[in-house]
Every structure is written in C-alpha cells, then in structure tokens.
C-alpha cells in the first residue's frame, strides 16, 4: 500500500482516533493499571503488567491479574512495607519465562527505586535525551540491577542500547507519559514528554509499518525501532506514538 505523505497521515490519523479509545482498554494490559488511583500503584501496576506483556493477551491480563492479587491489590504499600516472609508467595507464580524468583527480585529492585532513587519517574527522568528515552532505559535497567539479584532475572528488562527494540519498555512509557485525555493512556509523567516516545515495535506493528512503507529494516529490533521513530517523527513531532494505536489496530483487530 503505497500512500503520499499527506494521505498515509489522513489515512493513520483515523485510526487513531479509532483505537485511541476507552474501549481499546477492555482486551489490552493497559487495564491492570487501570484498576488504580494512586499515582506510584498505577505506575508499578503498569510496568508489571508491562514486563509480561508478551505472548497471548489473554493470558497477559489473567496473569498480571494474579500479580495484583499477590500484591494484595496495594502495590506500593506491598512493596515498601512488605516482610522477607511475604516474599513465599511468589514462588508459584510463572508467565512464561517470567517466574516466582523474578517476580521476587522486581520487588526488591522496586524497594530500592522508591526508597533510594525517588520512585520510577525520577529514574527515567534523570538521563533523558532531546528526541529520545533510550538512554534512559539503558540507564534505569543499571539501577534497577544495582543492588545483588539473580542473573536470570536481568533479561526482563530490554536494553535499547544492545540493539533491542525494548518494546514492552517502550509501550509503559507511552502509557505513563502521553497526555491526551482520551482515557487511554495515563500521562501522569509530567517530567517528560511525548516528543521523546519511542514505539513500542512488535510483529503487528513492525508488519503494518513494513506494508505502509515506514519501515524497511526486516529484524524488529533496535535499528529498526529508530528507523520507525524518524518517520513516524515527521508525521507528528509532539506525539509520534499515537500512531501506536493505529500501527497495533490495523495488525491485530484488522489484520492489515
């Protein structure tokens, strides 16, 4: 499908404004977060469900609903007030590779961020660049490793700068920092802006760019994600991840 430049943004623009949507929340993990009112609950909730969120949706949502469950649904009360022995029940816990142990570790890194490092905004905050948050992914995975904690836990957490798309990292920071009142996305994030989004590239996505010509790499990774950025960056600079909802509508509700 080969659209002028003018047209490709008409034809994205009116898919956003078609999966942009309350509705959207229904079938996707951005619900779990969705369960809270408080600032650092919606945050944690959000990037828990966020670093499962692959495989098959539904199973995404059902486990990140025993997440929460596990937390006792106060996530940041649980995570700053919780004993050694409230740590056992994580052990039964497993989303594919994602299991008991790391699910453990990511309290006792979420513990460290909130008590020495003034939470996860302030860490993503810290290192930002102009146009672009992968540093500060990089950055935060340093942090949220600094303390002693299991090798095997440190693949679920992409790093941008070993060339991974980092797509689940990239999707929780489109949910915590676009502001569009559209009831999707949080925008609770003020210190940082929609301008430096990445987005977040899967196979729905990353086929949809490819079919519409923003996107020529074939890998789905590190290289490709900027590729899409830049043209996606000139369809709209401010907010170049609502294409997000259009690129992800058309692969996984329309199979473009």
Not at 129 to 157: C, D, M, W, Y
Request: glycine share 6%.
């Amino acid at each position: 499908m080969r659209l002028n430049k003018a047209e490709l943004k008409d034809f994205l623009d009116s898919k956003v404004a078609l999966y942009n949507h309350p509705k959207f929340i229904e079938s996707d993990p951005i619900q779990i977060p969705h369960q809270f009112s408080k600032k650092e609950d919606i945050e944690i909730a959000g990037f828990l469900a966020a670093t499962i969120a692959w495989g098959n949706r539904k199973s995404i949502i059902t486990n990140a609903n025993k997440m929460m469950e596990l937390l006792d649904h106060s996530p940041f009360e649980f995570i700053m007030q919780h004993q050694e022995t409230d740590l056992d029940r994580f052990q039964g816990f497993v989303h594919r590779t994602f299991n008991g142990d790391d699910f453990t570790q990511f309290i006792k890194s979420l513990h460290n961020i909130y008590k020495t490092h003034n939470g996860l905004e302030a860490v993503f905050a810290k290192h930002t660049e102009k146009g672009s948050l992968q540093n500060s992914i990089h950055q935060f995975k340093a942090t949220f490793f600094e303390q002693p904690h299991l090798a095997r836990t440190k693949k679920h957490v992409s790093d941008p700068l070993k060339n991974s798309a980092a797509k689940r990292i990239n999707m929780y920071l489109r949910w915590m920092i676009r502001n569009d009142n559209n009831g999707v996305d949080f925008g609770i994030w003020n210190s940082l802006s929609p301008a430096q989004l990445s987005c977040p590239l899967d196979v729905h996505s990353g086929n949809v760019a490819r079919k519409l010509g923003l996107l020529k790499r074939k890998q789905n990774d590190g290289k490709a994600l900027a590729e899409l950025d830049k043209a996606l960056r000139k369809l709209d600079p401010k907010d170049p991840v609502k294409y997000d909802f259009a690129l992800f509508g058309l692969g996984v509700f329309e199979g473009f």
